[in-house]
C-alpha cells in the first residue's frame, strides 16, 4: 500500500517530515509518497497530513489566503490523520493566544508561543510518550506550551508540568519537533496507529 502523505510547504522542516513518513512507512512494509502542500487542490487528495513548524501568523496567513485551511478542516472532519508539530500546533489549536494567528480550530487546546523560550534555549530532552515503549528524544526549539486541553484531548506526554503531546480524533500535536531526530515513532503513532485502527 502506498499512503499519500501531504506536507505543507508553506515553511518549516518539509523534507524532515517527508523523510520521517517515510521511515515510519517502511516500518510497516509500505510506502509514503510526499507531496509538498503549497496551494489549494492538493489536500483533498491526501491520505494523511503534517503541519510542520515555522512563524505561526504567516503559515496562518498562508493558508487562509491560499484556500487551504478548509481542505484541511475537511480533512480532519473525514476523519483522517493529521501531525502538527510546533507552529502547526499553534495553527490547529483552538486558541493560539494571538490574534494574528487565525487558527483553524481542529484540537481543542489553548497554546502559548515560544513558551520554552527563544531559539538559545532549545534543548532534547528523553521523553514519556503514551503508546511508545521507550522515552522518545524530542526536539524543543522556541517551543509553545499547552496551557488548556479541552475535554476530548488526550495528553500523550509532558515536560515540566506542561502537555507537550496531544490527540484528538485524528489529529496529533506537540511542541516539539519529532522529524529532527531519526526516530519515527510519533509519525508512526499518528499515522499508522489511526490509519491501522
Avoid at 523560550?117 to 521507550?134: H, M, N, T, W, Y
Avoid at 522529524?179 to 499518528?190: C, F, G, N, Q, V
Wanted: net charge negative.
Amino acid at each position: 500500500m502506498t499512503l499519500r502523505a501531504g506536507v505543507l510547504a508553506v515553511q518549516g522542516d518539509v523534507s524532515e517530515h517527508g523523510d520521517a513518513i517515510r521511515r515510519a512507512a517502511a516500518a510497516h512494509d509500505q510506502t509514503a509518497e510526499v507531496v509538498e502542500i503549497r496551494e489549494s487542490g492538493v489536500v483533498p487528495d491526501c491520505d494523511v497530513l503534517l503541519l510542520p513548524g515555522g512563524e505561526s501568523t504567516t503559515i496562518s496567513r498562508l493558508i487562509h489566503r491560499e484556500g487551504i485551511a478548509d481542505e484541511i478542516q475537511s480533512h480532519v472532519d473525514a476523519g483522517k490523520p493529521v501531525l502538527a508539530t510546533c507552529a502547526g500546533l499553534i495553527v490547529s489549536a483552538s486558541d493560539a493566544q494571538d490574534d494574528r494567528v487565525d487558527t483553524l480550530n481542529v484540537i481543542d487546546v489553548s497554546v502559548e508561543r515560544n513558551a520554552f523560550g527563544r531559539q538559545k534555549d532549545s534543548f532534547e530532552a528523553p521523553l514519556a510518550v503514551e503508546g511508545l515503549d521507550d522515552p522518545f528524544p524530542a526536539v524543543f526549539i522556541r517551543a509553545p506550551v499547552i496551557d488548556y486541553v479541552g475535554t476530548d484531548v488526550e495528553v500523550l506526554a509532558t515536560w515540566d508540568d506542561h502537555p507537550v503531546a496531544v490527540r484528538e480524533g485524528p489529529v496529533v500535536g506537540t511542541s516539539f519537533h519529532p522529524e529532527l531526530t531519526e526516530d519515527p515513532r510519533i509519525h508512526d503513532l499518528a499515522f499508522f496507529d489511526s490509519v491501522e485502527s
